[in-house]
């Protein structure tokens, strides 16, 4: 069955730099079509990128330049889950780096100001642990961290 719901991500002029990259980060990624402007619009000449239609792991999304009016912000981000840390220190350091940035508790923004979450697995299997003061001294050493470390929640975790 087709994807019904298909996001579109608002850009000023890096639609396709940006689609190229996401695409970069996650097998099953692929820029699926590039649509050039017919005629000049309010954010580009004729000719110019106008949508690009990409596949993040498996989903469609749709990277549009419509211009600066619009930017990303906290309300909307896209979680990756990750297996291990080389995959999180990977996705994180791509992300945060050419003007990215670092946020708090497994949080940081790509260059044009989207919103991600690079969670380890084993960060959601801790916080869900069946042993209430386990999962509460995962959460609690999570809200001290930016990029999650596995190694430092597992130790987080064992009583003192």
Not at 92 to 97: L, N, V
Request: aromatic fraction near 8%; include cysteine; charge should be negative.
């Amino acid at each position: 069955m087709a994807q019904k719901i298909v996001p579109c991500l608002w850009f000023d002029g890096a639609a396709e730099e940006a689609a190229r990259f996401y695409t970069s980060l996650l097998p099953d990624s692929r820029i699926d079509k590039v649509v050039r402007a017919p005629t000049a619009y309010q954010a580009g000449e004729a000719g110019a990128v106008l949508v690009v239609e990409f596949t993040l792991a498996g989903l469609r999304y749709i990277a549009l330049n419509a211009g600066p009016q619009a930017r990303f912000n906290d309300a909307v981000s896209f979680q990756i889950h990750t297996e291990d840390q080389a995959e999180t220190d990977r996705l994180w350091d791509a992300i945060t780096a050419d003007g990215g940035a670092e946020r708090d508790c497994s949080w940081c923004e790509d260059r044009w100001g989207l919103r991600w979450q690079i969670v380890p697995r084993r960060l959601a299997e801790l916080m869900a642990d069946p042993d209430r003061d386990r999962a509460a001294r995962a959460m609690h050493a999570m809200m001290t961290m930016r990029k999650i470390d596995i190694a430092a929640l597992e130790a987080a975790v064992e009583p003192a």
